[in-house]
């Protein structure tokens, strides 16, 4: 008699790139939610029943009662990202279902998108460009659109694992001063990279421009505060290509609003997107771009790859390449 097999099924949050897609397939019975948007919470609390595997994105919330309602036959989530605070990771683990991630290859895509930002803000670039499309450039003057040096500048930068350390190096070829505040301090790249340690409110005080690259976490959430923008110089610009609540909106538009900063810079907000009425939207000195620090074709591509190489891991039952929550694997 021959025993019947059955199908795995998974599900893919967002539609990502064709060759990684076609390795899920190969390996599951596949559905991908069709639409640029993020997935409705009550349509994807229906469409994991009985998967095997789930590949989500940031932007889908990924908890305890969701893992439940796909049932005993997950056996693995996999995040087409780096950071995983949009899932609890603890509820997973609790599950016994590895949780996958894709650290390092975004590294230098976002460290470049933070410079860029960084560049644009110094200079005014987005605001030149408004300035030009609505007709007001009449001719050149002296006082025009006047931005500030970044060579020879102090660059604070907030969270020092691979994006903050890559910032960094791109920082020496600007003759920067380069302070870092981070958890676990990183003796063996301070003289490589020419950077100092630097307590949270020294940084602040002392740096042109602040960048941040910590993870969001209870202890970094609304981390940049009224009383941490006061602490900043007036003339200092603050980059953001971490998380949107590590910075305090409200506090962040007063910032700006009443000079305690010069300039923002944002590639992520909080709520993503931002709100079409939010008052940031309002205010010339600050920039704003959709979340596309890994935004290039090179690095969505690997990111895709290495998402369903977890996920196809987790269904044949093997150890997820990148693996949040390596406890799963404890006693088995």
């Known amino acids: 008699m021959i025993e019947c097999v059955p199908i795995m099924k998974v599900f893919v949050t967002r539609a990502i790139a064709e060759k990684a897609l076609a390795r899920v397939r190969q390996a599951a019975e596949t559905e991908v939610w069709p639409e640029d948007r993020a997935i409705p919470r009550e349509v994807l609390l229906e469409k994991v029943r009985g998967m095997a595997g789930l590949l989500c994105l940031l932007t889908d919330p990924i908890d305890g009662t969701l893992m439940d309602a796909a049932g005993v036959s997950l056996k693995v989530i996999s995040q087409m990202a780096v950071g995983c605070d949009n899932i609890d990771v603890p509820a997973a683990t609790v599950r016994r279902i590895p949780v996958g991630h894709t650290p390092g290859v975004l590294t230098d895509a976002t460290a470049d998108m933070a410079w860029a930002l960084l560049m644009a803000a110094a200079r005014r670039v987005a605001e030149s460009d408004r300035y030009v499309r609505a007709r007001r450039w009449k001719m050149w003057s002296p006082t025009l659109m006047l931005g500030t040096e970044v060579t020879g500048a102090t660059l604070g930068i907030v969270g020092f694992g ?26 063996e790249l301070e003289a490589s990279l020419g950077v100092q340690c630097a307590d949270f409110e020294t940084l602040l005080r002392e740096s042109d421009f602040v960048s941040i690259h910590t993870p969001l976490s209870a202890e970094t959430r609304r981390l940049f505060g009224e009383a941490q923008f006061k602490s900043m110089k007036p003339t200092a610009i603050l980059i953001n290509t971490a998380r949107g609540p590590i910075v305090d909106r409200a506090a962040l538009y ?19 997107p931002i709100r079409p009425d939010d008052p940031l939207l309002e205010l010339d000195n600050i920039t704003i771009v959709p979340h596309i620090g890994s935004a290039t074709v090179q690095t969505r591509e690997k990111m895709a790859t290495m998402a369903a190489a977890n996920l196809i891991a987790g269904l044949r039952g093997e150890r997820l390449p990148n693996c949040v929550n390596p406890a799963v694997y404890e006693n088995r």
Do not use: C
Not at 164 to 187: C, E, N, Q, W
Not at 254 to 272: F, N, R, W
């Open 254 to 272: 007063h910032a700006l609003k009443d000079g305690a900063i010069a300039q923002a810079a944002l590639d992520v907000t909080d709520p993503e």
């Open 162 to 187: 691979r994006i903050g350390a890559a910032v960094a190096k791109r920082a020496r070829g600007f003759d920067m001063r380069i302070l870092y505040h981070s958890r676990t301090r990183r003796p």
